[in-house]
Nanobody, 119 residues
């Protein structure tokens, strides 16, 4: 069982930055791939970024490529999402998730953190 708790959300101006953190419980954090997703009002949840269990491989949605960076610190059981050059369309609830290192499924989800970007 893995419990995930996101933090770092808030209000930012367009062009600004925020860093989200996701702290995981348990000693098996390093065995999971981690992902970030987001859900804007009235829209389906969408993939944002993924990092493999070692941190050596990352993958991004086209909409955030070049602006967001996913990273992890396995010693701290934490995954991060650095968000730069924020746009109003980045406004959403952001969720972190943990899943097997193979494939693209996720088993555990956090409760989410709100990110609001003003124009």
């Amino acid at each position: 069982q893995v419990q995930l708790v996101e933090s770092g959300g808030g209000l930012a101006q367009a062009g600004g930055s925020l860093r989200l953190s996701c702290a995981a419980s348990g000693r098996t954090f390093s065995s999971y791939a981690m992902g970030w997703f987001r859900q804007a009002p009235g829209k389906d949840r969408a993939f944002v970024a993924r990092i493999n269990r070692s941190g050596g491989s990352t993958f991004y949605a086209d909409s955030v490529k070049g602006r967001f960076t996913i990273s992890r610190d396995n010693a701290k059981n934490t995954v991060y999402l650095q968000m730069n050059s924020l746009k109003p369309e980045d406004t959403a609830v952001y969720y972190c998730a943990a899943g097997p290192d193979y494939g693209s499924t996720y088993t555990y989800w956090g409760q989410g953190t709100q990110v609001t970007v003003s124009s």
